[in-house]
């Protein structure tokens, strides 16, 4: 076993595809598939179905995908490690959910490379649930999470950044627009734009209705603030979001919930991560999220 053939392994896992993998790696396609085999040879199991048209990943093949992108991990971060503190260099990869993504990340990453103009840094937009998983499986250094979901994740440490109340959006004519609060029950039968599930806001706003004894079910699930907050301007439905990225959209009408949650949210990251970077934008992540209150 060598880092050609675990790289070779995370490539195609990552794409489900050998060529655009090969394409990654600047590698023939018969040299990947040559190397996947060897390892799937060494290990005694088929980490990738294939056919003509689909690779999928087996079961065996999602612990050796996971395994295989902490090992990687590891071995990319070992010149940071040992880096002196005032030199931080090398890439930071983050996850983070979108509604925060717009309102706050870009404070934190100006401040970033304001301090540590080394670092590189690559941005991925998750839900929630996605994101701590990548975060688990070292395809991510630090995630930004809308929910902990009430328990603790081993090998994961979790720091609270800051709560925000839970606000429905809504358009300018739209019924609710004149109203200074709303309650839950008066949103059961409304048309809802809401986040889906496994995303952060969404268990906050199921954990809301059920709370309330109100059943409801969205008629628009989107993952993307961007995407709630143009389908609401448009009057296809009413937002849940959070008040952070709410209040951003001036042309849209913010009512608070009064029997209503708030959300939090979290930073995420491994736990004993010694990489420089990692702790470097984890510094930066208390300290902004510190003067938001």
């Known amino acids: 076993m060598d880092l050609r053939q675990l790289r070779c392994v995370v490539a195609v896992g990552e794409h489900q595809h050998f060529t655009r993998a090969a394409e990654q790696l600047g590698l023939a396609q018969s040299a990947v598939s040559a190397q996947v085999r060897a390892l799937e040879t060494e290990l005694g199991v088929v980490i990738f179905e294939r056919s003509s048209r689909n690779v999928n990943v087996t079961a065996p093949g999602e612990l050796v ?15 940071d490690d040992v880096r002196p503190t005032d030199d931080v260099g090398g890439t930071v990869r983050i996850g983070t959910i979108s509604s925060t993504s717009a309102v706050v990340l870009p404070a934190v990453l100006a401040a970033l490379l304001e301090r540590h103009p080394g670092i590189t840094v ?73 986040y889906p599930l496994g995303a952060g806001t969404r268990a906050e706003t199921d954990r809301m209705f059920r709370e309330a004894g109100v059943s409801r079910v969205p008629r628009l699930e989107v993952d993307s603030t961007e995407l709630i907050v143009e389908l609401v301007r448009r009057g296809l439905g009413v937002g849940l979001l959070p008040a952070g990225p709410a209040v951003a959209f001036p042309d849209l009408v913010t009512v608070p919930v009064v029997d209503g949650p708030t959300r939090s949210v979290w930073a995420v990251s491994r736990t004993g991560d010694t990489a420089a970077p990692t702790r470097a934008l984890l510094t930066v992540i208390d300290s902004v999220a510190g003067s938001l209150g």
């Open 65 to 79: 995908l996971a395994r295989a992108r902490t090992i990687l991990g590891q071995v990319d971060r070992l010149a």
């Open 122 to 194: 690559s941005v991925s937009s998750r839900i929630s649930s996605v994101i701590v998983r990548e975060v688990r499986d070292g395809t991510v250094d630090v995630g930004i999470v809308g929910a902990r979901a009430g328990r603790v994740t081993p090998g994961l440490e979790f720091r609270r950044l800051w709560s925000e109340q839970i606000l429905v959006l809504a358009p300018p004519g739209h019924a609710l627009a004149c109203r200074r609060r709303v309650r839950v029950a008066e949103l059961a039968d409304l048309r809802l734009v809401d």
